[in-house]
């Protein structure tokens, strides 16, 4: 029986014939699809990332849409790493669902209207901010790019966006908050001990920070079969990082014991106060009541839970399945925004994020009554790519395309994008 390596070498040699046959070619099939393969199979043998390929942008100016970093990130990043930045759960299918869901919905443009100047901006919170478009929590980032959450910050500076940190970054919201030049949101991942939860948030009170972030739709648990299989497949010996030298980034991150590259739960006080059961809505208004930060809850899809959390006090919602990461329901956050809207009616922010690729998605969910739109994948693969300059590439994009989708139909304000603007589609 042949070995896995020679079962490799002979994919490998079937692609390369391929790639060279001219049948193959004017069967109408895609080249560089077929070099991106081969680029793949070396990676995924070798547990690291391939040499970039030719057909790929070479420079983060070269990009025309946040697609195109996607292929390169993926060149650049090891394998593990990867599927912890791509993995959804199970079969992956709600990532796919996010993403879909934006078709569901058709724009009806105007035309014959002076939109020689537009306005992109939005106010949240009695803040300004240039753009709708904010910067999701994505843990981990050092995984992705040496400089990590510090070139994002210094890219959030540079573009002056919105920024939320995660409970899982690689830096502390101390340095972020000095990168950014001002304090940045922080997402909450609760530990299982209340007063370590409690230190927690106080630290990041005392850093500046005007937002907490609780998240809550992974208290349920997650199935990430991709994230696993990745970890599997990566050979390198990564003990420098992670337990027993296996590269599984976010793996026993939020409460496990291996905290050597998560700054924000390392030295912890003794655990005090073990929690018994899961956290409830009981335990926002617990949170409320340690802090003077506002409460934001992230991972709400239904209308009865946007009802419950404003009956309780909560200051902002983030419409979020965690990037098809959090269960694999089928259900395009775009699809959920309506509904949770209508649960807020008008009481607090609502900020979508899940799918989010292109302007004409954050035009459909400002029309949808969405205050904001959030952004994770995307601009990590700027980060993979070119560090902050990719970051900032896929920021300047998503502005460029959200201001074109407004002048095509008609609307110089963000105030001005509403349903009418939309109509479901027709099955």
Same mark, same amino acid.
């Given at each position: 029986m042949a070995s896995p390596r020679d079962l490799e070498q002979s994919r490998r040699n079937f692609l390369r014939f391929l790639a060279s046959s001219p049948l193959f070619a004017?069967?109408?099939?895609? +080249? /560089?699809?077929?070099?991106?393969?081969?680029? !793949?199979?070396?990676?995924?043998?070798?547990?690291?990332?391939?040499? &970039? @390929?030719?057909?790929? $942008? !070479?420079?983060? !100016? &070269?990009?025309?849409?946040?697609?195109?970093f996607e292929p390169v990130a993926k060149t650049k990043i090891p394998v593990a790493h990867w599927a912890y930045l791509s993995t959804g759960t199970d079969d992956d299918a709600t990532i796919r669902y996010n993403r879909e869901g934006y078709a569901r919905w058709e724009l009806k443009m105007r035309r014959l209207v002076d939109v020689s100047h537009i306005d992109p901006g939005i106010e949240m919170l009695g803040v300004q901010w240039p753009t709708p478009i904010v910067i999701n929590p994505v843990g981990s980032q050092r995984a992705f790019h040496a400089d990590g959450e510090l070139a994002v910050a210094r890219a959030a500076k540079a573009k002056n966006h919105l920024q939320v940190l995660s409970t899982v970054a690689t830096t502390s919201i101390e340095d972020v908050n000095a990168a950014r030049g001002q304090p940045v949101w922080f997402q909450l991942y609760h530990r299982t001990d209340w007063s370590q939860t409690k230190e927690l948030v106080k630290r990041v009170e005392r850093s500046g920070c005007p937002v907490l972030v609780f998240t809550v739709d992974l208290i349920g648990g997650s199935n990430r079969e991709t994230q696993t299989r990745g970890g599997l497949a990566d050979?390198? @010996?990564?003990?420098?990082?992670?337990?027993?030298?296996? *590269? !599984?980034? /976010? $793996? +026993?991150?939020? @409460? /496990?014991? @291996?905290?050597?590259?998560? *700054?924000?739960?390392?030295?912890? /006080? *003794?655990? +005090?106060?073990?929690?018994?059961?899961? *956290?409830?809505?009981?335990?926002?208004?617990?949170l409320k009541d340690i802090t003077t930060m506002k409460v934001f809850v992230k991972g709400i899809v239904t209308r009865e839970d946007a009802e419950l959390a404003m009956q309780n006090g909560v200051d902002g919602l983030f419409v979020s399945n965690h990037g098809g990461r959090a269960e694999n329901s089928l259900r395009a956050t775009v699809t959920a925004l309506p509904e949770v809207v209508a649960g807020v009616a008008g009481r607090a922010p609502v900020i979508l994020d899940g799918g989010i690729r292109r302007g004409t998605d954050i035009f459909k969910a400002l029309a949808l009554g969405a205050t904001a739109t959030g952004i994770g994948r995307p601009y990590i693969w700027g980060l993979g790519s070119f560090g902050q300059e990719g970051v900032e590439t896929v920021l300047a994009l998503l502005r460029k395309e959200f201001e074109l989708v407004m002048r095509q139909a008609g609307t110089t304000s963000v105030k001005q994008i509403t349903r009418d603007f939309i109509a479901e589609k027709r099955t």
């Open positions: 004017v069967a109408g099939a895609e +080249l /560089g699809m077929v070099r991106r393969m081969l680029q !793949q199979g070396a990676q995924a043998a070798q547990g690291t990332p391939a040499a &970039q @390929d030719a057909s790929l $942008i !070479q420079a983060a !100016q &070269q990009a025309l849409s946040v697609f195109d050979t390198r @010996d990564c003990s420098r990082c992670h337990t027993g030298g296996r *590269p !599984q980034p /976010g $793996i +026993l991150s939020v @409460d /496990g014991r @291996d905290n050597r590259r998560k *700054p924000m739960l390392a030295n912890f /006080g *003794p655990a +005090l106060n073990p929690d018994v059961g899961t *956290p409830t809505w009981d335990y926002v208004k617990r």
